[in-house]
């Protein structure tokens, strides 16, 4: 099948062609970096890892890894590898505690940012004709802008609308006719929600959606309030922000635009590069950054990679939804457990709302994890046998997925937080 691609030269390119390519770019961005940042000339020489050294892709394994906390040790500019004359733009992690990741581009790094937020976009459905209102937050957040620029450069209309003031935003979707939203998963649900209790007439057709987790149940339910299709978008501020990986209109997997990031998986325990195919911990390497060379750089997001032809007719590999994330995964009673697990479960549940909060605490030494739902009917409220089977159904349901007791509280409807950017249902209150 010949697919219908915003850069058909790059994204169909033959598996050979991609690694010949990826080895070529990381032999460059190795002594690129070597030369351009004193930091990774130290790390390098540490290391003993020189261009000449890197025979296959799969000698990257060589290569030291960078962390989160490698970023703080060299806040704001250490990583940076052009001098600030040469950086046009600036960005930042929206790190909530402590210093931001600062994240710095040159021009050219500008085009390709667009260029690979821009064939994804397109792979989501974006077209020329469309009008799109951005609904993340304008600023530092890497967000608005990435999918700014990528969706002017598609010839798409662009309406900045930023995050928040809610029903402003219904307003001009409305007036202006909007057929595309560019938001998050759960500020899509919050808009979804009040277009369908007030009954608006909107003419949305395609979300691009990303930034935070979704789970296909949660789409499933967005879809169908707003009338539209989804694509699942991921990216990060210390890859340079979305346009890492995306969905196209098939839907099995995100494309990784594999001419710009090279991505491995590894076992987040031991650092091992694990087998293709497996679930782990996703680690990239930008492959021809000027501003903010990223070598070997751990997500913490967990995810697996798929090499498989996709029917979209796209070569780039996939990476799965992301599972979550090694930090977000809550340890309840020594049991792993991801958020995505229980939104799994509670969206399968037609008498509750998709707004759910997890408040984890200990006694006793021991963790106790209450799964605390909005019921989608008050009327249920009056009705206590079924509100008791309800909850004793959801807690059987997340016993067998989840392998642990939880405490189910129905609450009212309306009474949790309801997010303009990404969610935040946990709250841990064990520390
Ligand atoms: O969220 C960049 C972005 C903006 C991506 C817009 C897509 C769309 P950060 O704020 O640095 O950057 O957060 C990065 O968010 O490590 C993941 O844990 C999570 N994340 C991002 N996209 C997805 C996604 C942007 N599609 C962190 N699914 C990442 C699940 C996602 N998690």
């Known amino acids: 099948m010949s697919a219908d691609c915003f850069n058909p030269a790059a994204e169909t390119m033959s598996r050979s062609e991609i690694e010949s390519l990826q080895l070529a770019k990381l032999k460059k961005e190795i002594d690129y970096c070597a030369e351009n940042n004193a930091e990774y000339s130290r790390r390098l020489s540490e290391a003993e890892v020189t261009s000449d050294k890197i025979k296959s892709v799969s000698d990257i394994k060589h290569l030291p890894f960078i962390t989160k906390k490698d970023m703080h040790g060299t806040y704001p500019f250490g990583f940076f590898a052009q001098p600030m004359k040469r950086i046009t733009r600036i960005h930042a992690s929206s790190g909530t505690t402590g210093k931001p990741t600062v994240i710095g581009y040159t021009a050219r790094d500008l085009e390709d940012w667009a260029e690979c937020m821009a064939r994804l976009a397109y792979a989501g459905g974006a077209r020329e004709d469309d009008i799109f209102q951005i609904c993340f937050g304008y600023g530092l957040f890497t967000g608005a802008l990435g999918l700014h620029y990528a969706l002017e450069k598609i010839g798409a209309t662009v309406v900045p609308s930023s995050s928040g003031n809610t029903q402003k935003q219904i307003m001009l979707m409305e007036d202006f006719g909007t057929t595309g939203l560019v938001s ?46 989804v694509t699942d978008n991921y990216g990060m501020s210390e890859l340079g922000g979305p346009g890492v990986s995306g969905e196209c209109e098939i839907r099995d997997g995100m494309h990784i635009n594999e001419d710009h990031f090279l991505c491995e998986i590894i076992d987040p325990a031991t650092g091992e590069v694990l087998p293709e195919g497996s679930q782990g911990e996703l680690v990239v390497t930008t492959l021809q950054k000027e501003g903010f060379p990223m070598l070997r750089y751990r997500t913490g997001d967990i995810t697996r990679l798929v090499k498989d032809p996709c029917k979209c007719g796209r070569t780039f590999a996939r990476m799965d939804k992301i599972k979550g994330r090694s930090d977000d995964m809550l340890k309840i009673r020594g049991v792993n457990v991801f958020p995505s697990q229980i939104e799994s479960v509670l969206m399968t549940y037609t008498q509750i709302a998709p707004h759910y909060q997890l408040v984890v605490t200990r006694s006793n030494y021991s963790d106790r994890l209450e799964v605390r739902v909005e019921l989608a009917d008050v009327a249920l409220l009056e009705n206590f046998s079924k509100l008791e089977e309800l909850k004793l159904s959801i807690h059987d349901k997340l016993k067998s997925v989840l392998g642990i007791d939880t405490t189910v509280s129905l609450v009212e409807p309306k009474s949790l937080q309801r997010f303009e950017g990404k969610a935040k249902r946990i709250v841990d209150l064990r520390h």
């Open 184 to 229: 998050t998963p759960s500020y899509a649900e919050y808009i979804g929600e009040i277009v369908r209790e007030k009954g608006i007439n909107i003419k949305l057709r395609l979300g691009l959606l990303g930034s935070e987790g979704c789970t296909p149940e949660m789409r499933n339910h967005i879809e169908s309030s707003l009338g539209i299709f």
